[in-house]
């Protein structure tokens, strides 16, 4: 038996109703005295909590289910198909790729990839190990031989406007490298035609059955003035003919500078327009230096300055003739006191003389008459 909490909320003879704090009504036998909306304890079976505690363990278990799903959700996604790429040797073979460069799913054009692929496990490894397995196996099934080294690809990205990291991770140059790394030490390199297919060219390629290589071979051949019927695309020897023809090898050229341009125009269009922040800075020179530099290729700009800088040189001519001028001033007057005090000392010394004198004369004077007495 447990304890619990509940309010009296009626008293009928000898049993009380009492609603308890999960919410719950309860009759029970009045074994206290307690008043309408006094709190008491009551007792209540305990397989009755294991009930209540089984609900709440249910909620909670629910919402961790929930939350694990949402948490699996976000940690994993199903991945997202954004590229085609065909491969064609004399197996022909197109792969789905993901967003990681991953393999998705693989779809064999001949009997040929369907024998080649049977001891092969190729989906959801990286694209670049799966092309250098697949050209490798080819060559060592004597598919791809010296006589006959042409490969065919072509690569299309699903979306219109594929990201910076599909473009990175799919490109000719990529490609190219994945094609050609193994054969190094076999002393042998294949040939390797690569076209980038857009979209509209990619569906029309489903409507012809064809692979996307085999569609891009075969309109760059029609530009190039060379008929061919599009079952015999399917042919070995007549892809190696278009391929060595140099009517659509001028034309494969062109079509891959095209390209070049046209990406490299989208590049400048999607790149913010510089040209009025360089005028505005050409309009407002960086330094005084470039102030300096205008100013000296100004004559009228010369001019002032020359005059500027003889002004300069007249007034400081000035200044030193007006310190020379006190400087003479204070020498004169240095001299003057000078020749006053000497002339005082010659007057005073003169005056005492005749002071002498006019005391001597008068000594005599005084004298002369006592001789004569």
């Known amino acids: 038996m447990n304890k619990i909490k509940a309010v009296v909320l009626e008293k009928s003879g000898y049993r009380y109703t009492v609603l308890d704090k999960g919410g719950a009504f309860r009759h029970i036998h009045r074994r206290q005295n307690a008043e309408i909306g006094e709190e008491i304890e009551i007792q209540v079976p305990s397989m009755q909590w294991f009930r209540e505690l089984r609900a709440w363990a249910g909620v909670a278990a629910l919402f961790f289910l929930v939350l694990t799903t949402i948490f699996a959700w976000n940690l994993y996604q199903a991945p997202t198909a954004v590229a085609l790429l065909s491969v064609d040797i004399n197996p022909s073979i197109q792969f789905t790729i993901d967003d990681q460069g991953n393999l998705l799913k693989i779809n064999s054009k001949n009997e040929d990839a369907e024998g080649l692929l049977k001891n092969i496990d190729f989906e959801g490894r990286p694209l670049d190990s799966v092309l250098e397995e697949f050209v490798i196996e080819a060559y060592n099934q004597s598919f791809l031989k010296p006589e006959q080294s042409w490969i065919v690809v072509g690569y299309s990205p699903l979306s219109t406007n594929p990201s910076v990291e599909v473009e990175e991770k799919l490109n000719e140059e990529r490609i190219m490298s ?39 071979l075969w309109q760059t051949a029609i530009q ?57 800075k050409n309009n407002h020179p960086k330094n005084d230096t470039e102030n300096l530099n205008n100013n000296l290729n100004n004559p009228n700009e010369e001019n002032k300055m020359n005059g500027a800088g003889r002004d300069r040189i007249n007034q400081g001519r000035d200044i030193k003739d007006k310190g020379k001028e006190k400087e ?46």
């Not at 003479?328 to 005492?352: A, Y």
């Open 224 to 280: 190039a003035g060379v008929d061919t019927p599009v079952e015999k695309l399917k042919d070995t020897k007549e892809r190696v003919n278009l391929l060595e023809n140099p009517k659509v090898q001028v034309q494969v050229n062109e079509n891959k500078k095209d390209q070049q341009q046209q990406s490299v125009s989208s590049v400048k269009d999607s790149m913010p327009d510089k040209s009025n922040k360089k005028d505005t």
């Open 328 to 373: 003479l001033e204070k020498d004169i007057g240095e001299h003057g006191t000078k020749n006053n005090d000497k002339g005082k000392e010659k007057g005073n010394s003169s005056l005492s003389a005749d002071v002498k004198r006019n005391d001597q004369s008068s000594n005599k004077k005084e004298n002369k008459p006592e001789k004569d007495d």
């Open 178 to 216: 994945w094609l050609r790394t193994d054969f190094e030490e076999k002393g042998f390199t294949p040939q390797v035609a690569i076209f980038a297919v857009t979209a509209e060219d990619r569906e029309l390629a489903l409507k012809e059955d064809l692979t996307l290589g085999e569609y891009a």
